[in-house]
Structures are given as C-alpha cells and as structure tokens.
C-alpha cells in the first residue's frame, strides 16, 4: 500500500518488519497487547485514520463511519471560517473534508493523528511507544505524530 511504502522508506525497513493491518487495527492492536512490541507505527490514509480517531477498531467502510462533523468541529478548533466548517460537517468522504481544510489540512491531520495515537494507546494498554503517519494518496506524509525519529 502508499502507506506501507512511505513508512518503508522513512525508516529503511525490509519488507519483514512491515505488518499489513487492513482494516483489521483493533485486531492488531489486540494482538499486541498480548505479544507488545517496543515501538509501532500505525500508518494509513487520512480517512482510515481519521475512523481510528473516532474510536472504531474495524476500519473497512462497511463496518464503520466516519462522523463527518466531528472533523467540521476539529477543522473549526484550527481556525477554519464558518462556512468551511459547515460544508464540512455535511461532505460526503474524509478526502472532501480533507480538500475543504485547504491550508489547514496538515494541522487536521495532526489533530486526527494525535486523537487516533490516544485510542492506539488506550488500546494496547502497554508499554509500546506509538507513531500515527497519515499518508496522502500520493504516498508524502500529511501528518507524523508521536514520531520515533
């Protein structure tokens, strides 16, 4: 995946090292909360992400939904003007929500990181150090919290 191969390069990491999760991250941080590890990050698109934040642990878009207003609300905490944070609260995808933040997208995606770290945490309820990597589409980083460089 784009995020697979941005944290891949990040960190000069042999195919070995890398576990692709899917939508399965309640699965692996379950998983790893039995066996921990010293350090994870968990990396993905803004919207698998952003759903993580939320609190859902099955990430497949069957199983959950993003709450599009509770992104408005994060995007109005970061300065965004009251129609943005309107069409944003009605946007049909994490990706339009993404494009209406225009320059405050990266402060979103930090913010959607910072939230998605604190329920990994919550969930692993261990010792294991955790990064959050938001990947754009085009595999550059949008946010990096809790960054293990």
Same mark, same amino acid.
């Given at each position: 995946?784009?995020?697979?191969? *941005?944290?891949?390069?990040?960190?000069?990491?042999?195919?070995? +090292?890398?576990?692709? #999760?899917?939508?399965?991250?309640?699965?692996?941080?379950?998983?790893?909360?039995?066996?921990?590890?010293?350090?994870?990050?968990?990396?993905?698109?803004?919207?698998?992400? *952003?759903? !993580?934040?939320?609190?859902?642990?099955?990430?497949?878009?069957?199983?959950?939904?993003?709450?599009?207003? *509770?992104? *408005?609300? #994060?995007?109005?905490?970061?300065?965004?003007?009251?129609?943005?944070?309107?069409? +944003?609260?009605?946007?049909?995808? &994490?990706?339009?929500?993404?494009? !209406?933040?225009?320059?405050?997208?990266? &402060?979103?995606?930090?913010?959607?990181?910072?939230?998605?770290?604190?329920?990994?945490? &919550?969930?692993?309820?261990?010792?294991?150090?955790?990064?959050?990597?938001?990947?754009?589409?085009?595999?550059?980083?949008?946010?990096?919290?809790?960054? #293990?460089?």
């Amino acid at each position: 995946s784009t995020s697979e191969r *941005a944290v891949q390069r990040l960190y000069d990491l042999p195919e070995a +090292a890398l576990i692709d #999760m899917g939508d399965f991250v309640g699965g692996t941080l379950k998983y790893l909360r039995r066996h921990p590890v010293p350090r994870l990050t968990l990396a993905g698109g803004f919207a698998k992400i *952003a759903k !993580l934040a939320q609190g859902h642990l099955d990430l497949h878009s069957s199983r959950s939904r993003l709450d599009a207003a *509770a992104l *408005a609300n #994060m995007l109005a905490g970061r300065g965004a003007d009251p129609a943005t944070v309107a069409a +944003a609260s009605e946007a049909d995808s &994490a990706g339009a929500i993404l494009e !209406l933040a225009g320059e405050r997208r990266e &402060a979103l995606a930090e913010a959607v990181g910072w939230q998605a770290r604190e329920v990994a945490l &919550a969930t692993l309820s261990g010792a294991t150090a955790v990064e959050v990597a938001i990947v754009g589409r085009d595999g550059e980083f949008l946010g990096r919290v809790g960054a #293990m460089t």
